[in-house]
């Protein structure tokens, strides 16, 4: 049975209005960098970040960003290892373009203020990740590269922040993305959290939108990402019709600290990049397990690694393994991971001394917004970069640090596209309209409900009889504000608030989710199936897409990916 969704939010009155020519909605590196580069393009733009600058998961990021800046390194060689990582199902093309523009952007941000981690030669300093065959993960602060690019973009940004060609707005949500008649996107509207430049809902109108909101971490109970990843800008794209793909590949951490079975909220992520640097992986009896599973050993793709976690606890009936980096000594850990070194000793754990109970947790969302090439979405005027987005990049399972470079590489490629449209004439502004079917809205205290049908459905491990228990749980949530409610469910009064919207996101990611993961009959990447244990390319090389229809159904049809034979 397909789920059936809200396709707009219950939100009071609109109470301001403003107009730019493109709005940027999220400030990690994919929304920095295409509002930075589209200032320079078109006259105005407005940036909206839902609380401040620095929010968001760029700064969380640790291991690096990767691009084939070494000498002996090549393009090719990052495609080869992007597509074994991706299980079959990237789109080369876009792979192709990953790799191809990457060096150069990486060398732009460095250029830009960006202070990368350097080798006694003066080059920037490389490692290695899982399923990478070469050095080429580009790290800064050891293990704080997330923040440090964050911090040169912002730099940046604040640099022509009296430049009437931008304006930041933060402090919002974005609720909705608003559709003209013709269905085109014309803007979206917001909701200022108290600490804005505007009070209450209102509605930012452009010519483009562009959706940089990272992932969907708090779809779970445990995730590395922050709380803000609650998956507005998928759910928002699916109330205005466009498609989305890949859902049901979702990237389990392997070494996420084990702080107990009843932990909840963002994890503290242990970097693969440990595990690049000799860190081994045993499990309660000592015993190394990764060197039987995969050649690449604690180098395997992450969903390689966090499947045979999984399996190594289930063996001794415990609820972690152990990540031990204490051969590779103090004072290299200190330099190398200072980060990570002193998150660990706000847990009572030393990295030099103390073997470190990790576990998998979710991390990162290989789907999302489905676009091409140029960020486009299926609707028109509508784009997607970053974690929200699928460019097909990462296919099944992403390898690691493509992610920083995918909102890097794209975020270029949207603004170039977006200032050429519309220097072209081209997405004049429309007039939004109201859109039919149901609008919803969920109270807060639902959150929890969301994510334990999440945890236990479409989680680490997947089954027919989990994944429709979960949608079930779903399906009885009360709606309120004019959405229909499944029969039987309880209506209850909910107000309208910012905890209320993001539960209302998180229930329909976490809907979309399960539907699409319960069709899905195999294993492949960050798609475990337990009750269809192997990978299967005669039914399942393509990839699912949805949509909501004007009813709020949520329609999902399999589009095989052509033979690369």
Known sequence: MSARLATRLAVPEIGWTSQADVI???????????????????SRVLLVTKTVLDSGSTRWAQGGIAAALAPEDSPAEHLDDTLVAGAGLCDADAVRALVTDGPRRVRELASLGAHFDLAPNGEIALTREGGHHRDRIAHAGGDATGAEISRALIAALEAV???????????????????????????????VIGEGSRDGVGAALGRAVVLATGGIGQVFQSSTNPREATGDGIAAALRAGAEVADLEFVQFHPTVLWLGQHARGQQPLISEAVRGEGA???????????????EMAELAPRDVVAKAIVRQMASTGTGHVFLDARHLGRDFLHRRFPTIVNALAGHRFDLAEDLIPVAPAQHYHSGGIRVG??????????????????????????????????????AHRIADDVSSR????????????????????????????????????????????????????????????GCEAPEGAQKIDVTHG??????????????????????????????????????????????????????????TRYEPLESTS
């Open 24 to 42: 940027v909605v999220g400030s990690g590196i994919a929304g920095l960098t295409a509002a930075l580069r589209l200032r320079r393009r078109v």
């Open 161 to 191: 922040r009296d430049d009437p060609g931008i304006e930041v707005l933060e402090h919002a949500l974005v609720l909705d993305v608003l559709t003209a008649a013709d269905g085109t996107a014309c803007g979206v509207t917001l909701h």
């Open 280 to 294: 081994l992986l045993v499990d309660v009896n000592g015993v190394r397990f990764m060197p039987a599973v995969h």
């Open 373 to 410: 090439a140029d960020g486009r979405s299926s609707l028109p005027g509508l784009y997607a970069v970053g974690e929200c987005s699928c460019t097909g990049v990462h296919g099944a399972n992403r390898l690691a640090s493509n992610s920083l470079l995918e909102g890097l590489v794209f």
């Open 422 to 481: 519309l220097g072209g004439g081209e997405l004049p502004q429309s007039e939004p309209v109201e859109r039919p079917g149901p609008a919803g809205l969920l109270a807060a205290t639902a959150r929890v409900k969301v994510q334990r049908a999440a945890s236990s459905g479409p989680g680490v491990i997947r089954t027919a009889g989990g994944l429709a228990g979960a949608a079930r749980d779903l399906a009885r949530l009360s709606s309120a504000g």
């Open 498 to 555: 910012t905890a209320e919207w993001e539960t209302m996101n998180l229930h329909t990611v976490a809907s979309a989710l399960t539907q699409v993961a319960a069709l899905r009959e195999e294993t492949r990447g960050g798609h475990y199936r337990e009750d269809f244990p192997q990978r299967d390319d005669d039914r399942w090389r393509g990839r699912l897409v949805s949509h909501l229809n004007p009813d709020g159904e949520l329609v």
